[in-house]
């Protein structure tokens, strides 16, 4: 590739082989020695090496398939040595009843079927100590019941009261004949004359429920299907319930069993079975989720182990494509494959065996091994079939590693560096997969100088007649192909290196607007229950997945903290146990106290029932009947809602099942309402002791440390205001921890972990390639390629969209552990054969074939499930192809320019 013009001068030839001979300093004892000799000796004793290469495999596989795990949780990925993890471990010891929560998400068509479900379902999970330490429904709470009213607002308290007041005459009537023929006296009594607006007011709702309901019975298919009863609760409250309070959650904390690789995977299922053996399904209006960290971390368990199977699969697919075209012969083709599978497995073994349990960056080792192992038997396979074809006298097995031993060895080695570079950095992901990955690189090549020789020695001699036939046209096909290619590399180096210099340039400007996502949250499955659901609660304003918290060593400390990160502008509040004291209590006492009064008719007297036996069919078709008169009566704001209940009950007809039907859906709701209205009417002062034990716990330790809840202000998916929240609050209280700074601390953690592995990397491949190479010039043309890769990867994030995360940003480190060992092959075989031959040698193809099964190994890694394994794939991909590009164009037309730049000089 260095252009068919360069005649070197006898003094610069000197110099270049004098070069040459530098370089092979230390490939030269490994290539023509101990690595000949070592695959002179596999080859000898073929049947025993792969003996013993099979029971180290067996014995690998069975220590990954018993001993290996996978963590998904991204905090764990980090050293546990940082600040912000031990305030989230100390966080987590005091208040262990925060860790490892289901949150159970009630919604049902009216806030009375959500509190009944969940209510219904707290009850029978609790009763299963077995799979649940603990269930808390703070709704459910009996203090909560008694003293709701008092957490109103002094002014929706006394709204209420009002209301309350006007419909007890209504209230107190139905009491006493809780039936259709009570109804239907009720409402001729108040359509028999002019209502007040007032009384309108709460009358035409209620009418508006009965339409409703009654239009459901009617529609109804067979009188035994089941009609969801009349909430009555915005009946009496005068307020339109939203989405959120037809909303309940229950928290589980279940019973973990860590022999399992889903450990509350038994708790999930508990909860899904349970919820469908009370019927809380979509036939009753019920629907019943699931979500927290503690599902989240399964579903995306479930996604990463879903997901990496089949992509090891199509990986391992592409890459026997990729290499049947390439190597053309079946024997080499299943060599190859037969030393990468050993090889993935060998290193597999070590995984279990060094880390025991895989993340979600180090769970994409084995692809990552099979695009790069499978480099290094490709580079063997063709030196071995060019020494064959050359007729090289003695084994060719043993040429070919004398020929390319030194080279796989230095590829080796600065692929272990831009792995290892990953050992000495905070973000335990990228560190285990670099061990993993870095001693990968080391079993690959033993593998691939063992195993590989060991398989090809028992095939016959690689050239018979047709192979030679064949192969002897190979070698005039790529002197062609390679003459051309240096003649146009020759000719238009210059706008090679120009064009290359102005996209360098172009991503240089593109570098600002890079970017890291630092939210684990984007990378999980949106279409997983747990993530989808997630989202929809976000709006609710009883959820705060971005909340901190903060633990205070006392109360009286924890209001001073309080009041301190309240004056914080990103702070829209800090909640302390305080905070559930109600506000205002003699007010609300007072106005308690007078409800108490004129609603006390309600809970006195025979109450359901005192007039008299239930209504029997005759009856309830006589009060139907009322009914429809009445409402015939009805005027101004009634008038809508009476005609639609006319035509309901017009459709219903007498039929007496469906009559039934209907006074069940109208009124068994009330009476639980006027139950819960009677508890609530029971309030009294409430003190800090008076609060519930299990609030009380969650906000108190036993030694009397306070828990503070900091709400932020503004919407912390954006990452900007997450970072201005937490540097706010981690001035006021640096101890802070919670969802919010997690992130953001992680994320700067990560950002620092890979700017020292790329400095790492670097500066060892630097050091690397100035020991062998002795030579600044080279070193540099070496690395050119790659700072433009590394560059145009920056800017490809920019341009497709992809950010940096935590699973991807491992690509920039890699690139030049990986990328530099394309340039070492093209290097070394120039001066081996000479810039004339460089060409026509098996060393282009070779690096073509490594970097397209490279490609086609993370294209697989691409189609994951998971997004963030998914990210690494695409931007692998991108950085690997740039590398091949700029390995193949751009550095022989360096190595033009260079070399003929002092023949100018001298003529």
């Given at each position: 590739m260095l252009g068919r013009g360069y005649k070197p001068r006898?003094?610069?030839?000197?110099?270049?082989?004098?070069?040459?001979?530098?370089?092979?300093?230390l490939t030269k004892t490994l290539g023509q020695g101990g690595l000949a000799r070592w695959v002179g000796l596999a080859t000898r004793r073929p049947i025993s090496v792969l003996v013993l290469a099979v029971a180290l495999t067996l014995g690998a596989g069975y220590a990954t398939i018993t001993t290996i795990g996978i963590n998904t949780n991204t905090t764990d990925m980090l050293s546990e040595d940082l600040a912000f993890r031990r305030n989230d471990a100390a966080m987590r010891a005091a208040f262990p009843q925060f860790t490892d929560v289901l949150s159970i998400v009630v919604e049902a068509e009216s806030p009375d079927d959500a509190a009944a479900a969940a209510a219904s379902l707290t009850q029978d999970l609790s009763a299963r100590p077995e799979l649940f330490r603990s269930v808390f429904y703070a709704e459910g709470e009996p203090f909560f019941r008694r003293n709701g009213l008092l957490y109103l607002d002094l002014a929706e308290l006394q709204a209420l009261s009002d209301r309350l007041a006007r419909a007890q005459p209504l209230l107190a009537a139905l009491n006493e004949d809780l039936s259709l023929r009570g109804l239907a006296e009720v409402m001729d009594r108040a359509l028999k004359e002019a209502l007040a607006p007032g009384e309108q007011a709460v009358l035409a709702p209620m009418l508006e429920r009965m339409s409703e309901t009654a239009r459901a019975v009617a529609a109804a298919q067979g009188d035994t299907q089941p009609v969801r009863p009349?909430?009555?609760?915005?009946?009496?409250?005068?307020?339109?319930?939203?989405?959120?309070?037809?909303?309940?959650?229950?928290?589980?904390?279940?019973?973990?069993?860590?022999?399992?690789?889903?450990?509350?995977?038994?708790?999930?299922?508990?909860?899904?079975r349970r919820a469908a053996a009370l019927g809380l399904d979509e036939r009753a209006g019920v629907r019943v989720r699931l979500t927290g960290s503690t599902v989240m971390f399964q579903d995306e368990l479930r996604s990463v182990q879903s997901g990496m199977g089949l992509v090891g699969l199509l990986s391992l697919v592409l890459v026997s494509v990729l290499l049947a075209i390439g190597l053309r012969l079946p024997r080499l083709i299943f060599a190859v494959l037969a030393t990468l599978i050993m090889g993935l497995i060998w290193t597999a073994g070590f995984a279990a065996l060094a880390v025991g349990e895989l993340n979600l960056i180090s769970v994409a080792f084995a692809v990552l091994f099979i695009g790069l192992s499978v480099d290094f038997g490709i580079h063997f396979v063709l030196r071995y079939r060019e020494a064959a074809d050359k007729g090289i006298a003695g084994d060719a097995l043993v040429a070919a590693a004398r020929g390319v031993g030194g080279p796989l060895t230095l590829s080796a080695v600065a692929a272990a560096i831009g792995f290892f570079a990953f050992l000495p950095t905070s973000y335990r992901g990228l560190s285990e997969l670099g061990l993993i990955s870095g001693a990968g690189m080391f079993i690959a090549l033993f593998a691939n100088l063992t195993v590989l020789p060991a398989i090809l020695s028992l095939f016959p001699a690689l050239r018979d007649r047709g192979a030679r036939d064949r192969d002897d046209r190979a070698p005039s096909a790529r002197q062609s192909f390679g003459s051309r290619m240096q003649g146009a590399l020759g000719a238009r180096r210059r706008a090679v290196l120009g064009g290359a210099l102005v996209l360098g340039l172009g991503a240089l400007m593109a570098l600002p607007f890079a970017r890291f996502d630092d939210d684990p949250f984007n990378l999980r499955d949106p279409d997983t229950e747990s993530v989808s659901t997630l989202n929809d609660l976000i709006e609710d304003p009883r959820v705060q997945p971005y909340s901190a918290d903060l633990l205070a060593p006392n109360l009286a400390r924890a209001e001073v903290l309080a009041t301190e990160l309240e004056q914080q502008p990103e702070v829209e509040a800090a909640i302390t146990i305080g905070d559930y004291i109600p506000t205002q209590q003699d007010d609300k006492l007072a106005i308690?106290?007078?409800?108490?009064?004129?609603?006390?008719?309600?809970?006195q007297g025979a109450g359901p029932g005192q007039l008299g036996a239930p209504p029997d069919a005759a009856a309830r078709q006589d009060a139907r009947n009322r009914l429809r008169d009445s409402l015939r009566r009805a005027e101004g704001r009634l008038a809508a809602p009476a005609g639609l209940l006319i035509a309901a009950l017009d459709e219903i007809g007498p039929n007496p099942q469906r009559l039934m039907v209907l006074e069940t859906a109208l009124l068994s709701g009330?009476?639980?309402?006027?139950?819960?209205?009677?508890?609530?009417?029971?309030?009294r002062p409430v003190g800090l002791k008076d609060l519930p034990a299990a609030l009380r716990d969650r906000n108190l330790t036993a030694d009397g440390r306070a828990k503070i809840e900091i709400v932020p202000r503004n919407d912390l998916r954006d990452a900007a205001a997450r970072r201005r929240f937490v540097d706010a609050v981690v001035a006021v209280a640096p101890s802070a921890s919670g969802a919010p700074i997690t992130i953001t601390e992680a994320g700067r953690a990560?950002?620092?972990?890979?700017?020292?592995?790329?400095?790492?990397?670097?500066?060892?491949?630097?050091?690397?390639?100035?020991?062998?190479?002795?030579?600044?010039?080279?070193?540099?043309?070496?690395?050119?390629?790659?700072?433009?890769?590394?560059?145009l990867t920056v800017a490809a994030t920019v341009v497709f969209g992809v950010p940096f995360n935590f699973a991807n940003v491992i690509v920039l480190p890699l690139l030049f552990g990986l990328g530099v060992a394309g340039g070492?092959?093209?290097?070394?075989?120039?001066?081996?054969?000479?810039?004339?031959?460089?060409?026509?040698?098996?060393?282009?193809?070779?690096?073509?074939?490594?970097?397209l099964t490279t490609i086609a190994s993370f294209c697989a890694l691409a189609l994951s499930n998971h997004r963030g394994t998914s990210s690494m794939g695409v931007l692998l991909t991108i950085a690997i192809t740039l590398t091949l590009v700029t390995t193949l164009v751009v550095l022989p037309a360096l190595l033009v320019q260079v070399e003929r730049t002092p023949n100018r000089k001298s003529s």
């Open positions: 006898h003094a610069a030839h000197t110099n270049f082989q004098l070069r040459f001979r530098s370089l092979f300093g009349m909430s009555w609760a915005s009946i009496l409250s005068g307020v339109e319930p939203t989405p959120h309070d037809k909303r309940r959650f229950v928290l589980a904390q279940p019973v973990l069993d860590y022999t399992s690789l889903e450990p509350a995977a038994d708790a999930i299922d508990a909860v899904r308690v106290e007078e409800m108490s009064f004129f609603l006390l008719p309600l809970f009330l009476r639980s309402r006027l139950d819960d209205l009677g508890e609530a009417l029971e309030a990560v950002v620092r972990a890979f700017l020292e592995a790329a400095g790492i990397a670097v500066v060892a491949i630097v050091v690397l390639l100035l020991t062998v190479l002795r030579s600044l010039r080279d070193s540099a043309l070496v690395l050119a390629p790659l700072l433009l890769a590394a560059l070492i092959h093209v290097v070394v075989r120039a001066r081996d054969a000479g810039a004339r031959g460089l060409a026509t040698t098996s060393t282009p193809g070779a690096v073509v074939l490594s970097s």
